[in-house]
């Protein structure tokens, strides 16, 4: 199994990023997709989620009206789409998978499998 996110990078306070992030060696369909983040020093939080079909997303509250997940079931990927970055939002996001979960809590150990993660670096 592996979960390959890219698109990270540094960005300026109020620019945008995608980042991706491509599953293989399981089922993409049949996995809610979730990305979080980690911060140096901190915990890892939750970001954003879709369930399988991608018609329901989850989000922290710190991304409401900034972040928008989404997924392509065709290319088994994951997209998270950042508007309005902060510098508070400089981490390493990583996406995890769940198989058959509906749910809509998510905490730091979710996920039955994890990706690498990319750098997201928000700064001027």
């Known amino acids: 199994v592996q979960l390959q996110a890219s698109g990270g990078g540094l960005v300026q306070p109020g620019g945008s990023l995608t980042l991706s992030c491509v599953a293989s060696?399981?089922?993409?369909?049949?996995?809610?997709m979730a990305w979080f983040r980690q911060a140096p020093g901190t915990e890892r939080e939750f970001v954003a989620a879709?369930?399988?079909?991608?018609?329901?997303?989850y989000y922290a509250d710190f991304v409401k009206g900034r972040f928008m997940i989404s997924r392509d079931n065709a290319k088994n990927t994951v997209y998270l789409q950042m508007n309005s970055l902060k510098p508070a939002d400089t981490a390493v996001y990583s996406c995890a998978a769940q198989e058959y979960y509906e749910g809509d809590y998510y905490p730091p150990d979710w996920g039955d499998w994890w990706g690498q993660g990319t750098l997201v670096t928000v700064s001027s």
């Open positions: 879709v369930n399988r079909g991608g018609g329901r997303q």
């Open positions: 060696g399981i089922t993409f369909t049949t996995h809610t």
